[in-house]
Every structure is written in C-alpha cells, then in structure tokens.
C-alpha cells in the first residue's frame, strides 16, 4: 500500500557555468569511494558543464594519466575516458608551499584557456588535523583570492565532517575560515542531509495536511533515532580512536536526524529559512549534564576493538553509544528521544521511528488492543523509504485486531533510490546553494550538547561496557529505554 507518492525535487538547478574543484586528499577513501565517482555519475547525466577541471592533490607522485587510472571501480565504465580528460594532478605535501605555488600556475592556464576567473571550489577530504596546515597555505599563496578582479567571491571552500573535535576546536576552525572566507562560501559537509529521504521528510511533513496536526506531544509518546553498522573501524583505526563514535557520528549524522523530526515548519522554502529552524531545533536540545550522564547515557565498545590495526590495546574509546534526552519547545516538550548508534552491530541501517500514544477506543476494550500502536518510520537506509503501522482486523469471522504495515519505498514506486547523497552535495557546492549544509551556529548547538556528556565521561569512574560483535547493543541500552516501560523497535 502507497502512504506518500510525491516526488521530491527542492529545487531544478542548471550547472552552465564553468568551475575548477580542488580535492585535497585525492588518493584517500573518500575521493576513491565517493567523491570521484559522484562526480563521475554527474558527468554520466550531463549535469556538468561542457567545460570543468578536476585537481587532484595528494602527496602521491602520479601523472594526470596515472591519476585518471586510479579509479578502478567506475574507469571501466564506456563514458570514463572523456570524463579523465577533465582529470588532473598536483603532487604536493599539505604542509609545504611548493605544491600550492604549482597549482596557482595551473589554475592560471585554466583560466586563461576560457578567457574568464573560473569558480574555484576547495574541497577538503582529509583528517581534520591537515585543515589548519591547507588553509594557512591557501592564505599564503592567495589561491583562496581567485585570480583576481573579484573573483574571490565565488571560491568556495567545502570541509567534510567530523568538524572539530570538541567546542573550542570548532569554534577555532570557524574562526579561522571567517579570515579566509563568508559565510556564504562556506560548505560544512555532512552528507547525510543529501540523502533523499532526509530531503524528503520536509515535504512529507508539510505538503501531507494529515500529518502536521499529530506531529507533536499530544499525541507522539517518545521518538527513536537508531542509526547501526555491522561493519567495524576497518583501516580507519587512527583517526577514529580517541575520537569514539558520539563525536564521529551523533554529533553530525544523528543531530540531522533529530533536527529533521524537531523542527518547525520553515518561514520560507529558502536557504536561511531551512537553517533557521534546524539550527533552532538543536539549540532547543535540552543538555545532559554532566551530573546526568551515568543516568541517561549508555557507552559501550565491541569485543575485540581493542585489537583493531592502530588501536590503543588499553583504548576506552566508545563503539557504541544510546541515549534519552528532552526538548525544550512547545510542540515536544516532555516527549523523550531516544538515540543508539554502533559499530559491529546485528544489521546495517538508518532509521527514525514516531511512536504515538497507544489507546485503545472503548469498542475494543473486551477484544483488547494490540500493546504495539502506530508508529511512523523513516528508513534513511537501507531501502529508502517511509512505513506506518496501524490496527487492522484479522482475516476470519471473530474479531480480532493485529498491527500491519503500510509501506512507501523509492525503489518500487520510482524505479529508483534516487539521487546520491554525495551527488547532491556535489551539485549543491558547485550551484552555490548552501540550504543542506550546516552552519556555524548550528555546529555550536551541538558540540555544546555533546561536550557536556563527554565531561560527564571524564567525571566518571564507571568502565565503559564490552558487547558482543552482531549483537543490538550492551544490554544496558536496553535496559535505558525500558525503565521508562517502552521499548527499542526492531
């Protein structure tokens, strides 16, 4: 059974207009994985302009060829060796002028190969602790200028998440983005924002009339946010010990999540009416402090982490973290959250679940209602779609009441999961729209909220819990949800 049929189109842009995209760290994960073969899917749909450059900048010594032989997973695709003639490379260490200096001759026979000030768009795919060294070095050789005659007004500079460690480091990035660039070219990359049902929750929210009414405390009882892998830390050992999963994940992906739920609706379908009230819903977070954390927060490690490549043998660094927290605002005031995201979990998937108020109308009393209700759940992934339980009666001449699903999925409704969240990010960079990415006050907000459970952390004796691998969780974040007399869906 169909419960949404629109489509989601925000907004038809036209990329015309051409650009240079600078990838530092070109040879990492993220470019490998993502980044390149986005853009390569852009180019597929001939939704690039007829004349783009692509810089690659790594430490690697390689040619232009080389570089455009360094995708294996989409070079064999028929339509690669046009989209590699638009590839290029610049070796270069991030904390060294040389390489900058060589760029800037490039780009400058870009420039005068179209006769104009190409957009330059600075995206940054490399651990955080390379920022500091690529922007002091985008100062000195003033690559962040343009080439000149204004042009800086339309570079744009793009970091990836995690942003910051802590407030004061995201504060001090801020700060240091704010003497090289506006906030307007600015790109705080979360990806999560493109993914299309994320997108797709506003127009579920405020084009369906039926639903704006219930969304809120009189009639929702609490809000699940799960977000699992089964997958561990892989080769990411040194970056993500002694960062630990509430900083990597929930202070981004899970905050979105939640912001996407909270919010109000916007004054205008713009870009600073959409982050107006996103970034209003995180600030109406109410903290766990510090006092609270034992109470409200569970942090747990799976067995054998510690015997991951690059990870400390005596690490207390969390896999896995499970939360309850309040909001401070009218339409959910009292209403609990409920937040859980690990690594080496049972499945892999994304989901947001509104469980509403059982009741159970006087016509069924001596029958009995089921003791599960309705509830409304966002899969953001896998199968990207939107379900709603409800009460039926069972087939048979006695009656009888039993939950059932009624489902909507992208796949089978449109023949497609839609476009890809980094393929919308790419195209939002480039166009210049700013709408799905987060701005500074919103990454307060929540480093803020964040900051508060890690001290509590700090401030505690408590040891963190071993799990096992493909289980749900430790047991104590069952135990969270359920001292409350709910219950986690799964």
Not at 26 to 54: M, S, V, Y
Not at 118 to 135: C, E, G, K, M, V
Not at 194 to 219: C, H, M, S
Request: hydrophobic share 35%.
């Amino acid at each position: 059974m169909l419960l949404v049929t629109c489509n989601v189109e925000f907004y038809n842009v036209i990329m015309d207009s051409p650009f240079v995209f600078i990838l530092f760290g070109a040879t990492g994960d993220l470019a490998k994985n993502k980044l390149i073969p986005a853009l390569f899917t852009l180019f597929t749909k001939k939704e690039l302009p007829q004349d783009f450059f692509i810089f690659g900048f790594s430490r690697r010594e390689m040619t232009d060829e080389e570089f455009g032989e360094f995708f294996p997973e989409v070079s064999a695709h028929p339509a690669w060796q046009d989209f590699a003639t638009h590839l290029h490379y610049q070796q270069g260490l991030f904390d060294e002028e040389k390489g900058y200096i060589e760029l800037v001759e490039k780009l400058k026979s870009c420039d005068e190969k179209l006769g104009a000030c190409i957009t330059r768009i600075f995206y940054l795919a490399t651990p955080p602790s390379n920022y500091d060294a690529i922007l002091q070095n985008l100062i000195n050789t003033k690559l962040s200028e343009g080439c000149g005659q204004g042009s800086s007004k339309w570079t744009r500079i793009a970091i990836e998440k995690p942003f910051g460690k802590d407030l004061a480091t995201a504060k001090a990035l801020d700060s240091t983005l704010a003497t090289i660039f506006e906030e307007r070219q600015i790109f705080r990359v979360d990806h999560y924002l493109g993914k299309e049902t994320i997108q797709n929750l506003l127009v579920f929210r405020f084009a369906n009339g039926i639903f704006d009414p219930i969304w809120n405390k009189e009639y929702i009882d609490h809000v699940q946010i799960t977000w699992s892998e089964e997958k561990g830390v892989g080769t990411r050992g040194s970056f993500f010990d002694g960062v630990g999963l509430l900083r990597d994940t929930a202070q981004n992906h899970l905050m979105q999540l939640y912001a996407a739920i909270a919010m109000e609706m916007p004054k205008s379908f713009s870009k600073e009416g959409v982050r107006d009230v996103r970034a209003a819903a995180i600030k109406d977070i109410i903290p766990i402090e510090p006092e609270q954390v034992g109470e409200r927060v569970v942090r747990g490690q799976y067995d054998g982490y510690r015997e991951e490549k690059n990870v400390d043998p005596n690490s207390s660094t969390e896999t896995f973290v499970a939360l309850k927290f309040f909001v401070n605002s009218e339409r959910f005031r009292d209403v609990p959250f409920y937040m859980r995201a690990g690594k080496k979990l049972a499945k892999s998937e994304t989901t947001i679940s509104l469980v509403f108020r059982q009741t159970c109308h006087i016509l069924f009393k001596e029958i009995g209602c089921p003791e599960d209700g309705n509830v409304l759940t966002i899969r953001i992934q896998p199968n990207e779609g939107i379900s709603l339980r409800i009460i039926a009666k069972t087939p048979g001449s006695h009656l009888a009441l039993q939950p059932t699903e009624m489902h909507f999925n992208y796949k089978e409704q449109f023949g497609t999961q839609g476009t890809g969240a980094y393929e919308k990010v790419l195209t939002d960079i480039i166009t210049g729209d700013q709408m799905l990415f987060n701005r500074s006050d919103e990454l307060e907000a929540s480093w803020t909220f964040i900051e508060k459970i890690t001290k509590g952390w700090e401030n505690s004796e408590s040891k963190i819990i071993t799990y096992e691998q493909e289980s749900n969780g430790p047991k104590e974040a069952d135990e969270l949800i359920e001292k409350d007399g709910k219950k986690w869906i799964e």
